[in-house]
């Protein structure tokens, strides 16, 4: 590495040249990247509940759905203004692209028998226009429950227009025009837009939203940290250019690869503008600590890198290890999110040993003359020795926080529910609730029925599941073509409410479909049934839940197909599923990565230093970090998600560093004879550099707070607290512990 360095400060314009053009050329990248947070994606390809989904989609056609919501808080929906503004809506949302049918109580079909057979016909085919006409629909509606609580509320104050989209729909253009179709016809009524893919595409813009609002953010935080962390203009623009060329060619290399921005890559560029900027801090500092004592920029130059060489590397490869840990996580978002972090932090500490030290040469910066210090040697060298004269009690008031932290732990809840991404005062989360609280919710369960759907016995197992689906709670709507199977034959039996069942035959069932279809629209089973009625479909939907209410119900179905209906062929799919399944994998993901990251990184300290006792004790101070974190979340009720499940792969990646620069520093005090006043004088020379450090990156993902997505701004502010925590402890529990356990003079 030696000699490395000096061929970069014999030819530093060709070193400057040749890593600044390879960066901008993986730049180009950028316009590459695109947007998708579908929950589907999140999970592996091979998973069952994805294959179901798109089984079914081959069958019945697409399910996902954008829900327009008219209320009325001061009357009831059914008054000829408010029915005629949602027929209105119905209609130009059936001439948006993309939206293949819409479904609202002034379309839905009514069944009702006659003398002369079935007759099929909407609810509501022309606007009533007096008040008989008004009550008259009222009682038509209500006097089938299929409807209330999923078209129309219990308390009638809300209505619901659907839009089914096509399978391979623009969901952003389709979000967009429908919300064109509203901004049109706001008020007197309040009008709402939700749904699955609704909220994909308000996360898509939110993302979008994040990067122009935070990474201009975070480049003004950082620039103020390092300035006075480093006290010139030269060092904090030297350090910018650096942190910018990192994160550039990474998001580039996404973009050339075909990779997405989701809601947890989505941070990925403000965690590298914080991380791309702690190699050059400790290089920067070195250097001028090294052109105070004399001598030319080249001889400091050499001087710094010969001591920071190794750490540099070592800190990186040991960040990059931390992130890498992800790749044995089950989800593929997490993954792409540790492998492109990993690439930033590489392409980080190529610029730190070749890029900087070149410009470093050829501007030649002169000393420091800091009229003020911050945190001044002699105040960091009385912390250094207060830590060594009590040792003993700065491990054990450690060992004792820890342990009541960890108490903590056993309350982290999982939250993977798409609707508790945004604020709940947000106008989204508005909708969503009441959506979840008068019209059926958007969490939603299919369940593929597969044998003859127009055997009797077929149609009551359907309907029993469906009874057992409603037993289990916060249902909003639960349907299938068992349900219009016994609504046809209640309606040809003079709407006999005994004969809401199924036919006791075969004949009648395939009887009671041939008059639909001979007086209504036969395409109006294709989302419930295949065209040879040998697959069906149960539609369930459910409002409000979170995560282990929704893993519950999921798990429920599970063991009910197992001990009821395992002679059927039954699959089930839908955000439920998804929801459970990822809860599932993200606490998987947290305890490998956990697990994975500290042997790595304490092996790689343990073989570089070739000491495993050095090794052992560089992760005792992030295990410390990491169990304060999940603490802290279990006792302030702070959720664990996809973005705060990545906290420890942080924190231990990040965190080594600090232990790295303070256990070199350490080793080389040792090698120079200095054993008894190594640990002191490694909080003397390392602690300012190591705490701004710790702040500066911290501060970085501090800016996440100010995030459009709940999750992320608690992931931000814990990593900020984690970040000093890695910090404060590697300069206390780690510098006591290695004077304690520090060699004999004659070793």
């Known amino acids: 590495m030696n000699r490395f360095t000096k061929l970069v400060i014999k030819h ?44 079914l989609t081959d069958t019945f056609g697409g399910s996902d759905f954008v829900m327009v919501i008219i209320g009325n808080d001061t009357g009831t929906i059914f008054n000829a203004p408010t029915l005629e503004k949602i027929k209105r809506i119905s209609e130009n949302m059936e001439a948006v692209p993309g939206i293949e049918e819409v479904r609202d109580i002034t379309n839905l079909k009514k069944i009702e028998g006659r003398e002369w057979g079935l007759e099929v016909f909407p609810f509501m085919e022309d606007v009533p226009t007096t008040q008989d006409e008004i009550l008259k629909l009222e009682e038509d509606v209500f006097s089938d429950d299929t409807y209330v609580g999923s078209f129309v509320s219990e308390d009638r104050k809300y209505a619901a227009v659907l839009g089914f989209l096509e399978v391979d729909a623009d969901e952003q253009m389709v979000y967009q025009d429908v919300l064109t179709i509203i901004n049109t016809e706001q008020g007197p009524e309040d009008i709402y837009i939700t749904g699955i893919p609704a909220m994909r595409s308000i996360v898509a813009r939110n993302i979008k939203g994040d990067m122009k609002k935070l990474l201009p953010f975070v480049i003004v935080v950082l620039a103020l940290i390092l300035y006075l962390a480093l006290g010139t203009r030269l060092g904090v623009i030297l350090t910018m250019l650096v942190i910018i060329l990192s994160v550039l060619p990474t998001v580039g290399l996404m973009g050339y690869l075909h990779r997405e921005f989701a809601i947890v890559t989505n941070v990925m560029p403000v965690i590298l503008l914080a991380l791309a900027c702690a190699d050059s801090i400790h290089v920067i500092s070195r250097y001028y600590r090294e052109i105070s004592l004399g001598g030319t920029a080249k001889e400091a130059v050499a001087s710094t890198m010969k001591d920071m060489n190794l750490p540099v590397i070592l800190t990186s490869v040991t960040t990059m290890a931390g992130f890498l840990s992800m790749v044995a996580s089950p989800i593929p978002r997490l993954i792409e999110f540790g492998i492109f972090v990993s690439f930033g932090v590489f392409w980080a500490l190529v610029l730190s040993l070749t890029t900087l030290p070149a410009f470093l040469t050829i501007l030649k910066p002169k000393a420091r003359r800091r009229k003020w210090e911050i945190l001044p040697d002699k105040h960091l060298t009385s912390f ?46 508005r909708a969503s609730r009441i959506s979840n609280e008068h019209l059926g919710g958007s969490s939603n369960v299919s369940i593929m029925f597969k044998g003859d759907i127009k055997s009797p016995q077929t149609l009551n197992r359907m309907l029993e599941l469906e009874d057992f689906i409603e037993s289990l709670g916060d249902v909003g709507t639960v349907f299938s073509i068992a349900d219009i199977v016994s609504r046809i034959n209640k309606a040809i039996n003079d709407n006999d409410p005994q004969y809401d069942v199924i036919p006791k035959t ?39 839940l979170d995560t282990v209410k929704l893993s519950r119900i999921a798990k429920q179905l599970k063991k009910y197909y197992k001990t009821h209906m395992q002679d059927l062929d039954i699959k089930s799919t839908g955000t439920v599923i998804f929801v459970s399944e990822l809860a599932d994998m993200i606490i998987r993901s947290s305890v490998t990565s956990i697990i994975s990251s500290i042997i790595m990184v304490s092996l790689i300290s343990a073989i570089v230093y070739r000491s495993l006792r050095l090794g052992i004790l560089c992760v005792i101070p992030l295990s410390i970090a990491v169990i304060l974190s999940f603490g802290i979340m279990g006792f302030t009720g702070i959720e664990l998600s996809m973005a705060t499940a990545i906290i420890s792969c942080i924190t231990i990646g990040v965190g080594i560093d600090y232990a790295i620069h303070c256990t070199a520093r350490y080793r080389s005090l040792q090698a120079e004879g200095k054993v008894e006043d190594a640990a002191s004088t490694v909080v003397a020379e390392v602690g300012g550099p190591v705490l701004f450090n710790a702040f500066s990156v911290g501060m970085g993902f501090a800016v996440l707070m100010f995030s459009n997505f709940v999750p992320v701004r608690f992931f931000g502010g814990l990593v900020f607290i984690s970040m000093l925590a890695s910090a404060f402890g590697a300069l206390t529990v780690l510098i006591a512990l290695l004077h304690i356990t520090r060699p004999a003079r004659n070793q």
């Open 506 to 544: 075969r004949e009648g069932v395939a009887q009671a479909l041939l008059l639909y279809s001979m007086s209504g629209d036969p395409s109006d089973f294709e989302s419930f049934v295949d065209n040879d009625y040998s697959a069906a479909q149960i539609t369930a939907r459910f409002g409000g």
């Open 12 to 55: 530093p314009w060709i070193t400057i040249s040749i890593t600044i053009i390879a960066s901008l050329l993986l730049a180009t990248g950028i316009p590459k990247v695109t947007i998708n947070d579908n929950l589907k994606d999140m999970l592996p390809e091979h998973m069952e509940s994805r294959k179901v989904l798109d089984e």
């Open 384 to 429: 250094g020795k207060r830590i060594i004269k009590y040792r003993i009690a700065v491990v054990i008031t450690a060992s004792v926080l820890t342990a009541l932290l960890a108490l903590g732990i056993r309350h982290v809840k999982i939250e993977t529910n798409p609707e508790r991404f945004f604020p709940e005062n947000s106008e989204v989360a």
